[in-house]
């Protein structure tokens, strides 16, 4: 039966492809036929030439063409004889050679294949032009009768009997105006261009692919030309690179003159449709390429430099970190008897020794259980008495115990020196962040665009603002202005505001907001929204583009493959980072939560990071939905194990040391990371130093958001109900839950038409008010209630 199918399918499809050919000929036949069509007009011409010469004496051979014994003098003998005679003498005199010359052109654009639209009005011109002419010589060189022609004397002779010569030159005139009007565009400006325009549409017909000439062509062809040089002429260089419209075929019109081999299967031509649009659009951009380079976002800006080295601090540890052995061994030593205490032996110990703590690893002797180390986890991490030790049973992938002790001297990782390492400097990452060093001294190197957002916790004073520092000069030492902008929210108001120096470089925010560091927390809502609308458009730039993340689309725009005319442009990251999201959460309530969820699920493909740093992590702060989009965490040290659970779904924060000892998660694996340690002056000294370059003339501005005033999300106005009001609240009072994701779920609609419909189910009392994590109250009991609650206020 399939089978059954697929053969009549491709007989219907062979026999579309056969009308096809019927109707389009092949590329071949059109060769062929091009250039039978430039030899005949070559033929054409040598006869016209050689008639005047021979004309006279060939006359008396012009019967006698079946004569094989016959020689005309004509170069192309009685052919020539003949034709010429048709043409020259009984026909249009010395107009006729622009019969050769239009079979010329048609021969060329058949053997190159080109787009023939534009030939129809050439012959139609083309014939006119003979006319015209013939007539001409016929009423200026009666005298001549071969120079008109037989047409141009009796057409003269025609006119004259009706119109006298002065009619005859009259018409002549005129019609020589509407030739000069209509094919020369013979305005002032119009005819100054003309030249010019030849020469662009000689240029395009020929240099153009076959398959390129599309409809475009004929716009050309109109009077619109003189309108596109002036264009070219006046854009500058850079832009011009694009307003080369005409050079880019649109999609859909691009494939229809490509030519369809005979018998080919349609499903083959849809293929080489599709791969010359892939083609010639790639041509055009690497031409573009070729012309102008490829694009390069950081030009308006060529001569930033990245600060330098020397703008931070080494804190006193560049001579590494000392071992000292006898530590080393007597941590040894305890960790061996306690273990002993507990009746677990030891077959091998090794150490690992850190900035902040040094690893111990354990071998257990044979036969000792991995979960009953697990479970004295307590019991020897209090016989040890030290604080900060965390053990790690097993080490995951290793089969041995880890016990992390502190040192007694911790070292201080400076910023400098992970900055100045070879794993930061050779990053080859979206967007790098150099965090610190691991527990064997490694320098830490993260992507967060890989993240693709980061949450961040700790107690007071344990180093929160500092790491946040350090994510920042990470991304300010290895990225250009034009690459990454900066969203800073800092309800603290004093812990960023040193960024306020780079502004004009590095930061965003709303078009209408004086300050770019956001302070307010009111003020969060309307840049979270606008956030939300960044990322709506550039979705549909991706969309658009064909490609599935920022930076697909970046690349694809720098190689000149997007066209800025249709709105597409260079996109930066964008990182937005909050610190003291709990503050924000308590003062701002759930508002905030909604575009920082949203933003969370859906802003990875298009370059919106969020980084969000608490004191307070508890589970109204970072909810469910929130950690689920967050799967790169660090924990600083948190006071308690739930704190230490909320934010790394494990244990361990709380035994951390503070002062920049971590612990990083991103998914399974915990690492613990001594965090680089920049301090204020430092990043006053980079600001400063970023601050005093040439800048952009404003921040980077957001899309405008116009915020929904408190009055209107209850205004019960019935007449601005959503369309599913009515199902909406059924939905709800037969579930009684008040809900917006239900009714999202039950009737399929989006999460925000589903929030403005609760709001007005709340205006309408059906639901209560909003009541933070738990659902809402359902004010109506029944379905019966609700109808005559509906039919009430419908009165
Ligand atoms: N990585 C680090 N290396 C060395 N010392 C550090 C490090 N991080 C923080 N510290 C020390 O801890 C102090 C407090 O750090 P920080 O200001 O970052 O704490 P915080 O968590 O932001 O506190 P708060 O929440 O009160 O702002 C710093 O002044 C510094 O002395």
């Given at each position: 039966?399939?089978?059954?199918?697929?053969?009549?399918?491709?007989?219907?499809?062979?026999?579309?492809?056969?009308?096809?050919?019927?109707?389009?000929?092949?590329?071949?036949?059109?060769?062929?036929?091009?250039?039978?069509?430039?030899?005949?007009?070559?033929?054409?011409?040598?006869?016209?030439?050689?008639?005047?010469?021979?004309?006279?004496?060939?006359?008396?051979?012009?019967?006698?063409?079946?004569?094989?014994?016959?020689?005309?003098?004509?170069?192309?003998?009685?052919?020539?004889?003949?034709?010429?005679?048709?043409?020259?003498?009984?026909?249009?005199?010395?107009?006729?050679?622009?019969?050769?010359?239009?079979?010329?052109?048609?021969?060329?654009?058949?053997?190159?294949?080109?787009?023939?639209t534009r030939l129809i009005s050439k012959w139609i011109w083309g014939l006119v032009g003979v006319i015209w002419v013939s007539v001409a010589l016929g009423f200026f060189a009666a005298e001549f009768p071969l120079l008109g022609g037989l047409i141009g004397y009796e057409m003269n002779d025609f006119l004259q009997d009706y119109t006298g010569k002065i009619g005859v030159f009259l018409i002549l005139i005129f019609v020589l105006m509407v030739i000069l009007v209509r094919l020369?565009?013979?305005?002032?400006?119009?005819?100054?261009?003309?030249?010019?325009?030849?020469?662009?549409?000689?240029?395009?017909?020929?240099?153009?692919?076959?398959?390129?000439?599309?409809?475009?062509?004929?716009?050309?062809?109109?009077?619109?030309?003189?309108?596109?040089?002036?264009?070219?002429?006046?854009?500058?260089?850079?832009?011009?690179?694009?307003?080369?419209?005409?050079?880019?075929?649109?999609?859909?019109?691009?494939?229809?003159?490509?030519?369809?081999?005979?018998?080919?299967?349609?499903?083959?031509?849809?293929?080489?449709?599709?791969?010359?649009?892939?083609?010639?659009?790639?041509?055009?951009?690497?031409?573009?390429?070729?012309?102008?380079?490829?694009?390069?976002?950081?030009?308006?800006?060529?001569?930033?430099?990245?600060?330098?080295?020397?703008?931070?601090?080494?804190?006193?540890?560049?001579?590494?970190?000392?071992?000292?052995?006898?530590?080393?061994?007597?941590?040894?030593?305890?960790?061996?008897?306690?273990?002993?205490?507990?009746?677990?032996?030891?077959?091998?110990?090794?150490?690992?020794?850190?900035?902040?703590?040094?690893?111990?690893?354990?071998?257990?002797?044979?036969?000792?259980?991995?979960?009953?180390?697990?479970?004295?986890?307590?019991?020897?991490?209090?016989?040890?008495?030290?604080?900060?030790?965390?053990?790690?049973?097993?080490?995951?992938?290793?089969?041995?115990?880890?016990?992390?002790?502190?040192?007694?001297?911790?070292?201080?990782?400076?910023?400098?020196?992970?900055?100045?390492?070879?794993?930061?400097?050779?990053?080859?990452?979206?967007?790098?962040?150099?965090?610190?060093?691991?527990?064997?001294?490694?320098?830490?190197?993260?992507?967060?665009?890989?993240?693709?957002?980061?949450?961040?916790?700790?107690?007071?004073?344990?180093?929160?603002?500092?790491?946040?520092?350090?994510?920042?000069?990470?991304?300010?030492?290895?990225?250009?202005?034009?690459?990454?902008?900066?969203?800073?929210?800092?309800?603290?108001?004093?812990?960023?505001?040193?960024?306020?120096?780079?502004?004009?470089?590095?930061?965003?925010?709303?078009?209408?907001?004086?300050?770019?560091?956001?302070?307010?927390?009111?003020?969060?809502?309307?840049?979270?929204?606008?956030?939300?609308?960044?990322?709506?458009?550039?979705?549909?730039?991706?969309?658009?583009?064909?490609?599935?993340?920022?930076?697909?689309?970046?690349?694809?725009?720098?190689?000149?493959?997007?066209?800025?005319?249709?709105?597409?442009?260079?996109?930066?990251?964008?990182?937005?980072?909050?610190?003291?999201?709990?503050?924000?959460?308590?003062?701002?309530?759930?508002?905030?939560?909604?575009?920082?969820?949203?933003?969370?699920?859906?802003?990875?493909?298009?370059?919106?990071?969020?980084?969000?740093?608490?004191?307070?992590?508890?589970?109204?702060?970072?909810?469910?939905?929130?950690?689920?989009?967050?799967?790169?965490?660090?924990?600083?040290?948190?006071?308690?194990?739930?704190?230490?659970?909320?934010?790394?779904?494990?244990?361990?924060?709380?035994?951390?040391?503070?002062?920049?000892?971590?612990?990083?998660?991103?998914?399974?694996?915990?690492?613990?990371?001594?965090?680089?340690?920049?301090?204020?002056?430092?990043?006053?000294?980079?600001?400063?130093?970023?601050?005093?370059?040439?800048?952009?003339?404003?921040?980077?501005?957001?899309?405008?958001?116009?915020?929904?005033?408190?009055?209107?999300?209850?205004?019960?106005?019935?007449?601005?109900?959503?369309?599913?009001?009515?199902?909406?609240?059924?939905?709800?009072?037969?579930?009684?839950?008040?809900?917006?994701?239900?009714?999202?779920?039950?009737?399929?609609?989006?999460?925000?038409?589903?929030?403005?419909?609760?709001?007005?189910?709340?205006?309408?009392?059906?639901?209560?008010?909003?009541?933070?994590?738990?659902?809402?109250?359902?004010?109506?009991?029944?379905?019966?209630?609700?109808?005559?609650?509906?039919?009430?206020?419908?009165?």
């Open positions: 039966m399939a089978k059954k199918r697929t053969k009549s399918k491709s007989k219907k499809t062979a026999t579309t492809a056969k009308k096809k050919v019927s109707f389009k000929p092949s590329k071949q036949n059109k060769i062929i036929f091009g250039s039978l069509l430039i030899v005949l007009s070559i033929a054409l011409f040598f006869s016209f030439m050689s008639f005047y010469f021979t004309w006279q004496e060939d006359q008396s051979m012009l019967s006698q063409f079946a004569d094989r014994n016959a020689e005309a003098s004509n170069l192309l003998n009685k052919f020539g004889a003949n034709v010429s005679h048709f043409f020259m003498y009984k026909g249009f005199g010395l107009a006729s050679f622009i019969f050769p010359i239009l079979l010329a052109i048609t021969g060329l654009y058949l053997f190159l294949g080109l787009n023939g020369f565009n013979f305005t002032p400006e119009g005819f100054a261009n003309f030249f010019k325009r030849q020469k662009q549409k000689i240029k395009s017909d020929f240099n153009e692919e076959p398959s390129t000439q599309t409809t475009t062509e004929s716009t050309l062809d109109n009077d619109e030309g003189s309108i596109e040089l002036t264009t070219e002429d006046t854009v500058p260089e850079k832009i011009d690179t694009y307003t080369h419209k005409k050079d880019i075929p649109p999609l859909d019109e691009a494939g229809l003159d490509v030519n369809i081999p005979e018998e080919e299967e349609s499903d083959i031509d849809l293929k080489v449709e599709e791969t010359t649009i892939e083609e010639e659009t790639d041509a055009k951009a690497a031409k573009l390429v070729e012309d102008f380079g490829e694009f390069d976002p950081k030009l308006e800006l060529g001569n930033y430099k990245f600060p330098t080295l020397d703008l931070l601090e080494a804190h006193g540890a560049s001579g590494g970190i000392t071992i000292n052995q006898e530590e080393l061994e007597e941590n040894k030593n305890r960790i061996v008897s306690t273990l002993k205490n507990y009746k677990i032996g030891i077959a091998q110990i090794k150490a690992t020794i850190g900035p902040t703590v040094t690893l111990y690893e354990i071998v257990p002797e044979a036969g000792i259980r991995i979960s009953k180390i697990k479970n004295l986890e307590d019991d020897i991490a209090l016989s040890l008495a030290a604080l900060g030790i965390r053990i790690i049973a097993p080490i995951p992938g290793k089969g041995t115990v880890g016990i992390e002790v502190p040192n007694k001297n911790a070292t201080i990782v400076s910023m400098r020196s992970v900055i100045a390492s070879n794993k930061f400097q050779k990053a080859e990452m979206e967007l790098p962040i150099a965090f610190g060093k691991t527990i064997s001294n490694e320098t830490f190197v993260v992507d967060l665009a890989k993240m693709p957002h980061l949450l961040m916790a700790g107690a007071t004073g344990q180093g929160k603002s500092v790491g946040l520092n350090a994510v920042i000069t990470s991304l300010l030492y290895k990225k250009h202005p034009a690459e990454v902008k900066f969203i800073l929210v800092d309800p603290k108001k004093v812990e960023l505001t040193l960024y306020n120096k780079i502004e004009r470089h590095f930061l965003a925010k709303l078009p209408d907001s004086e300050e770019a560091i956001i302070t307010d927390n009111t003020k969060v809502i309307n840049t979270l929204n606008s956030l939300c609308i960044e990322m709506d458009n550039r979705y549909e730039l991706l969309k658009s583009a064909m490609v599935r993340n920022v930076k697909e689309y970046n690349t694809k725009f720098k190689a000149r493959k997007l066209n800025p005319n249709d709105g597409h442009k260079f996109l930066p990251y964008i990182v937005l980072v909050i610190d003291e999201f709990a503050d924000l959460i308590m003062t701002a309530g759930k508002e905030v939560e909604t575009p920082i969820a949203r933003l969370a699920q859906l802003a990875r493909a298009i370059g919106i990071h969020l980084i969000i740093a608490t004191q307070r992590p508890s589970v109204n702060v970072i909810t469910g939905i929130i950690k689920a989009n967050f799967p790169a965490r660090i924990a600083f040290r948190v006071t308690s194990k739930i704190d230490s659970r909320t934010i790394l779904d494990a244990q361990g924060a709380d035994q951390l040391i503070g002062r920049g000892d971590m612990l990083y998660t991103q998914g399974n694996d915990v690492t613990r990371l001594q965090c680089a340690f920049v301090d204020t002056p430092e990043v006053a000294k980079i600001t400063d130093y970023i601050g005093s370059q040439r800048a952009y003339p404003e921040a980077h501005l957001l899309p405008e958001y116009v915020g929904e005033e408190s009055g209107t999300s209850l205004d019960n106005d019935i007449a601005d109900r959503d369309a599913m009001f009515r199902e909406a609240a059924e939905v709800i009072v037969t579930a009684q839950q008040g809900s917006a994701s239900l009714i999202q779920r039950k009737l399929k609609l989006g999460y925000n038409r589903a929030g403005r419909i609760i709001d007005q189910l709340e205006a309408a009392g059906i639901v209560g008010p909003f009541e933070g994590s738990k659902a809402r109250q359902v004010l109506v009991p029944d379905m019966y209630s609700l109808d005559q609650l509906l039919e009430n206020e419908a009165k």
